[in-house]
């Protein structure tokens, strides 16, 4: 079992930033596959942003490129997404999630997510 504990998340206005992190305990991080999803009110769940085992790949939805970076941290067992240049589309509870296997499209672990908050 991994457990995915997020932070970070706030409210900020248009043109700011936030970095979330998401601090994963129950087993070694550096076996998972990690990244960002977001669910804005009365959406669905969108992916945001995944990095492979060793942070030498990233993902990331259109969206957000060029404004978001993933990283993480594998001696502290952390990964964070570096939010800039946040627009108000971006307001949504962002969640971490963890997977042994790279882009399947499914995500075994889920945290309980964090709200970012962006005003205009």
């Known amino acids: 079992q991994v457990q995915l504990v997020e932070s970070g998340g706030g409210s900020v206005q248009a043109g700011g930033s936030l970095r979330l992190s998401c601090a994963a305990s129950g087993h070694t991080m550096s076996s998972y596959v990690m990244g960002w999803f977001r669910q804005a009110p009365g959406k669905e769940r969108d992916f945001v942003a995944a990095i492979n085992w060793s942070g030498g790949t990233k993902d990331y939805t259109d969206f957000v490129k060029g404004r978001f970076t993933i990283s993480r941290d594998n001696v502290k067992n952390t990964v964070y997404l570096q939010m800039n240049s946040l627009k108000p589309e971006d307001t949504a509870v962002y969640y971490c999630?963890?997977?042994?296997?790279?882009?399947?499209?499914?995500?075994?672990?889920w945290g309980q997510g964090t709200q970012v908050t962006v005003s205009s």
């Open positions: 999630v963890a997977d042994q296997r790279w882009r399947i499209g499914v995500w075994e672990y």
